[in-house]
């Protein structure tokens, strides 16, 4: 049964009510990586406003880096949740979503040019 006065409508408009606990798992598992796009930001603003023994460049990309990669875990985590969400109301395997090696590769980053501009 489908529930159009919900949104997002293309997410509740397929499958069924599934099971409360995968929809709270679901949420969850959302509300994590809203916490890691928050701690990603809140390090590219302590970045900011310390003043490091690195050049200031080298502070503006390691920001950067940080920042951007805050606001794409945020998006991404509310895509991640949408997809998941309509795959268990169509109760299809939970699809695949590389975004975890995505934020591990850019904290890697952000681990060497720190320690390269802290040389």
């Known amino acids: 049964?489908?529930?159009?006065?919900?949104?997002?409508?293309?997410?509740?408009?397929?499958?069924?009510?599934?099971?409360?606990?995968?929809?709270?798992?679901?949420?969850?598992?959302?509300?994590?990586?809203?916490?890691?796009?928050?701690?990603?930001?809140?390090?590219a603003v302590a970045v900011d406003v310390v003043n490091l023994d690195i050049s200031r460049g080298m502070q503006v990309v390691l920001v950067t880096l940080l920042a951007v990669l805050g606001m794409v875990a945020a998006i991404a985590s509310w895509v991640r949740w949408a997809l998941s969400e309509r795959s268990i109301r169509e109760r299809r395997p939970l699809p695949s979503f590389g975004f975890a090696v995505l934020v591990a590769i850019g904290l890697v980053v952000a681990g060497i040019v720190f320690l390269l501009a802290s040389l």
């Open 1 to 43: 049964m489908s529930d159009r006065s919900r949104w997002p409508g293309w997410v509740y408009s397929t499958g069924e009510e599934p099971d409360y606990r995968f929809s709270f798992a679901n949420e969850r598992t959302f509300l994590a990586w809203i916490r890691t796009a928050l701690a990603l930001l809140a390090a």
